[in-house]
C-alpha cells in the first residue's frame, strides 16, 4: 500500500467514526476564510419554521436566516415560482426590461406607497444605493447613523456600522460618518444641519440589541430631517415583510422615509434588495448606478410569490398577535437572568444579565435555534409561518434553559 493510499484509508476511517454532519463541518472548515463562526451543526433541509440537520435532528428555527425567511423555509408557492422561472430566464441585466420585472416594481411600490425603486442583491446593498443616492440628491456629504446600528458590511454601509469589531479592521472608512445615540433626539439634534445629507435610521435596532425606536424619538428624527434639509433613509432590511407586526415598520409609525431600504425577506430567501425613492425626490441621472444581478427575473419571480403569500396569508396580522403572545409569555418566566423582554411583533429580544452564548448553545440543545444581538441579548426572528404550538415549545425550552436545568453548567 502507498503511503498516499495509508493516509486516505486513515482519513476514511476516522470519517467513519464522524456523524454525517460533523464530516459536513470538516470540509466546510478546510476551505473557509474563517470569517464566520459557526454553530457544530449542519442544517440540510427545512420545512415551515422547522430545520433539520443532516444526522436527521429537528430545530424550531427562531434564526429564520437572519430575517430573510418569513414565509417559511421550503415555502411551495415560492418554490413552485422559483422552479417556473429558472425554466423560463433566470438573467436579464437591466439593458433590458423584462416582464417579472416590470410586475414586481408595480407590488413593491403599492405595497410601500413610494413610486420609484432600484433592485440589488442584499441588504448592505439596499443601504449602498440609499447612501449614494442620499449624496447625489442633496449635493451634501454628511451622514448621520446611530449608535448600535447595523446596516451592512459593504465599505459605505459599513461605515454607517456602528460596532467597532466590524469597523476596525477596515479603516479608513468612508468619510463623512458620523454616530449618535438611539433613541436620544437631543443628540441628533446636535448633529444634525444644513450639511447634513441622510440620517439613516432603523425603527427597531435589530443587531443592536432589538431596540425599539420611541415614538417621539421617531417622529423627532422626522422633523430634524425636514427642517435641515437631510433625507429620511430609513433601513427596513430586517424589519420588512410584516416581521414587526405591520408589512413596514414605520407604517407604526406614520413615518414617511424620503428612502427606504429593503432586503431580507423580500425575495423568500432568494437573495434580492431594493431601495425605493420618494415621490417629492427628482429621478437620478443616468448611469450613476447599477448592478449585474439586480433586477433579476429569478428573484423578482420569487419576490412575486412571496409578496402574494405574506397577503394571503395575513403574515403581518400573524406576527403582531403572535409577537404580543409570545413576547406576554417570555415575560412571565421567572428567572433573575432576564434584565428586559422587548420587540415589537416577531422581532422579539430577551436581555439577560449574563452573556447568551451558553444559552443559545443550551436551547439548540433542546431543539430551538435562536441568535444574539450583541453580548447579552437572545434575539428571535422566526419564520412568520410558525405556529403557537411552536412558540409555546419555544418559551418552554427558553425557560427550561434559563432555570438552569438545560444541562450547559452555563448557570451562574
Ligand atoms: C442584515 C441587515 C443588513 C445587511 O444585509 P445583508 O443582506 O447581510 O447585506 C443591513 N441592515 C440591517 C438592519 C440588517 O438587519
Known sequence: MSAENQVSSAAVGEAESMTVSE???????????GVYSKRPVAIVRGQGARLYDADGREYIDCIGGQGSSNVGHANPAVARAITEQAGILIGCPELFFNDKRAAVMERLCALTGFPRVFLSNSGTEAMEAGIKFARLLTGRTEIIAFMRGFHGRTMGALSATWEKKYRGPFEPLVPGFKHVAYNDLEALRAAISNETAAVLLEVVQGEGGVNPGKAEFLAGVQALCLENGALLVLDEVQTGFGRTGKMFAF?????????LCVAKSIAGGVPMGATFLAAHLPDLPSQVHGSTFGGNPLACASALAVLDYIEANHLPEHAAELGTWFRGQLSQIQSPLIREVRGLGLMVGMELKQKVTPYLQALMQEGVMALPAGLTVLRFLPPLVISKDELARVVAAVEKVLSGEGGTGAEA
Open 251 to 259: 407604517q407604526h409609525n406614520g413615518l414617511q422615509p424620503d428612502i
Open 23 to 33: 464530516q459536513i463541518q470538516q470540509r466546510e472548515l478546510a476551505h473557509s476564510v
